[in-house]
């Protein structure tokens, strides 16, 4: 899935809309595109070597001439002492009421300053950084974004200046703030999965420690959660979620991460692979190398701040466990093959990230992300490489006790240790079929309420809030999810409703439930003048209320009745679903149509039934009311528009 996504996202920025064809170095903005990305071969460019330059001496014919076309595919700072200034043209042709936003996908920029026209012949300075304040930001992303909005009319030039120490590349792109926001929510959800997931190997070979006893799991958890601090540091999360209010440390995250990931793979090497030649050896480079790296970037903060990113030797690492996996296999150590190949990829995905880091590659979604897909593939194989040791350490273990059977007070600690093997493989077994079970319904549920939180913006924050929930209520969630996604796809096919005939329906579908046999239905229908609407989305408001009816009926009432009233006119229909169940306290009748909204924690619903009623009403144009208190019945009232008689012809294809 994550690697589904990443190829998709990727296809949709390489066919987002370019410039516009009939100025190339102008991007306007219309109504039918949400995306601009800036084509670095087309900005003007400017370097100010000594930070002299203001917006003033910019705008002045001197300085002014001075910019060049940028011509190049990458925007970058070869001179990280220098201040860098860009500038490219754009003219509004949207709607007013569309808002724009301008986005950095490097985060790690230390100052970055946008010059927005107020189209007076005057400038709005707009300024953010990693050494700025995250609470500070408007909006509480991990990228650096400026809102554009209001636009001016006509042709004006906007400026950039941007300024970091580390040399790296840079792209900006123009969205609307719409399709930003779906952006976001899938970024930031697919980013949860992939910490997620490294929090649960990390949990999961916990738990292997200190059920074996075997350091190399616990320098294995080390690594695994000092990565996932890394990639944070790589992805702009780490200075939203863990220091948002230190972004002095934004300096030395990025080195103190990355040193603290490569020493826990030097340690977690040195303790899972095998060379008995060469074990004394090894074991004095990997220490040494440890302290000595942690000196050097001690001594480099005190005494040579300015160096301290200029110190490429944290491939030799990966190098060097690489090196240390294939004499292990070499050596006999068939474990070791899982090893090499997931630190194969690894070492090709930071090669990947260093260029990037470094100018040479672009900053796009491929090798921004590289670190993360390597991650997903490298814990896979490297959890194959354990479970492929706790194999052999069985089958070591059983030749032990077969050599040893003749002394009987060996056999006996051997065949003790076999037990205690065993059970803790049982427990592993079976904590791995909860983990598999807690994660395989959310996993199947992703790209259903992905969709949902994509096509239903207003509600993504709930959405989200209630994703944590799913899985006690999977089959129901991914049910009414489905039944959302369709009416919200739904197109209108009106056609004459016969309620009786639609509550028969019904009735009997529901007939299975438990309940349905204690409530009694009373229905009074008076239909003078024929109902014309879109019968999918009505007969999801029957469904969902007649539901709720046998559903929260109490069994304190003698009888458990709902009473179904319809009356029909020219312009509309008024339903009224009248029961004496346990009733909604006042002060949830706000609440009650939110989605994933449940009266108690008890109530194992997927909580999106009266969600979808509104939605359905809504859908036919149509107004819904409640009038409810706790253990006195609720009565929801609905009005809903007569449509228009289809022609003969529409009403032969609904």
Not at 68 to 79: A, Q, W
Not at 252 to 277: E, N
Not at 364 to 381: D, G, Q, R
């Amino acid at each position: 899935m994550f690697f589904r996504f990443i190829i998709s996202l990727a296809l949709a920025l390489t066919s987002c809309i370019a410039l516009s064809a009939s100025d190339s170095a102008c991007i306007i903005l219309t109504d039918e595109a949400n995306e601009y990305f800036i084509d670095n071969r087309e900005v003007d460019f400017l370097e100010d070597y000594n930070h002299k330059y203001s917006i003033a001496d910019i705008l002045s014919p001197e300085i002014s001439k001075k910019f060049v076309k940028h011509k190049s595919d990458f925007l970058e700072n070869k001179n990280p002492s220098s201040a860098y200034w860009i500038r490219f043209k754009l003219r509004n042709e949207a709607n007013d009421s569309k808002q724009w936003l301008l986005e950095s996908f490097n985060y790690r920029i230390n100052y970055l300053d946008f010059y927005l026209p107020d189209g007076h012949g005057n400038f709005v300075r707009k300024s953010a950084g990693d050494l700025n304040n995250f609470n500070n930001r408007v909006l509480q992303h991990k990228n650096l974004e400026f809102i554009l909005n209001p636009l001016p009319s006509g042709e004006h030039y906007y400026y950039i200046r941007y300024f970091t120490e580390q040399n790296t590349s840079f792209q900006f792109v123009i969205r609307s703030v719409l399709h930003f926001t779906s952006y976001a929510l899938t970024e930031y959800f697919m980013l949860g999965i992939f910490y997620g997931m490294i929090l649960i190997v990390a949990l999961y070979n916990l738990f292997l420690f200190f059920s074996i006893r075997d350091r190399a799991y616990l320098y294995y958890v080390l690594y695994a959660l000092s990565f996932g601090a890394f990639s944070m540091t790589q992805d702009g999360t780490g200075f939203q979620y863990l220091w948002p209010r230190f972004p002095q440390f934004n300096e030395y995250a990025y080195q103190t991460c990355l040193i603290a990931m490569t020493s826990f793979l030097l340690l977690y090497s040195k303790a899972f692979l095998h060379i008995p030649k060469y074990s004394k050896p090894i074991r004095k480079i990997i220490n040494f190398y440890i302290i000595g790296r942690f000196l050097c970037f001690g001594f480099t903060i005190i005494f040579f701040p300015e160096i301290r990113l200029y110190l490429d030797i944290d491939l030799l690492p990966f190098i060097i466990s690489y090196l240390i996996s294939i004499a292990s296999y070499i050596s006999g150590f068939k474990s070791a093959r899982f090893f090499i190949l997931g630190f194969s990829i690894l070492l090709f995905a930071f090669l990947i990230n260093q260029l990037r880091i470094e100018g040479i590659l672009p900053s796009n979604v491929l090798t921004v992300y590289s670190l993360n897909i390597a991650a997903i593939t490298e814990m896979i194989l490297l959890s194959l490489a354990l479970g492929d040791r706790i194999r052999e350490l069985k089958e070591r273990e059983m030749l032990n006790a077969h050599l040893e059977e003749k002394v009987k007070e060996r056999a006996n600690a051997i065949l003790l240790q076999k037990y205690i093997i065993k059970e803790k493989i049982e427990e592993l077994d079976s904590y791995m079929y909860r983990t598999a079970h807690d994660i395989n319904g959310p996993l199947k549920s992703i790209k259903g309420l992905a969709n949902l939180g994509i096509m239903d913006v207003e509600n993504s924050v709930n959405y989200f809030e209630h994703i944590k929930t799913t899985v006690a209520k999977l089959e129901a969630v991914v049910k009414d999810l489905l039944h959302i996604s369709r009416l919200n796809k739904l197109t209108s096919k009106n056609s004459q409703i016969d309620f009786k005939v639609m509550i028969d329906e019904l009735l009997t579908t529901l007939k299975t439930q438990i309940e349905f046999g204690k409530i009694r239905f009373d229905l009074d229908i008076e239909t003078p003048v024929p109902f014309y609407s879109e019968k999918v989305a009505l007969y999801s408001i029957f469904h969902n209320l007649i539901e709720n009816a046998i559903k929260y009926r109490t069994s304190r009432a003698e009888v458990s009745f709902l009473k179904i009233t319809i009356r029909t006119d020219e312009d509309k229909a008024i339903l009224e679903f009248e029961d004496n169940g346990i009733g909604i306290p006042e002060e949830y009748h706000e609440k009650i149509f939110k989605m994933f909204f449940k009266l108690s924690p008890e109530d194992h619903s997927s909580g999106l039934g009266l969600y979808i009623v509104k939605l359905s009403v809504e859908k036919l144009q149509g107004s819904v009311t409640l009038k409810s208190a706790e253990a006195q019945g609720t009565t929801f009232s609905i009005v809903l528009k007569n449509h228009p008689k289809p022609a003969s012809s529409a009403q032969v294809n609904s």
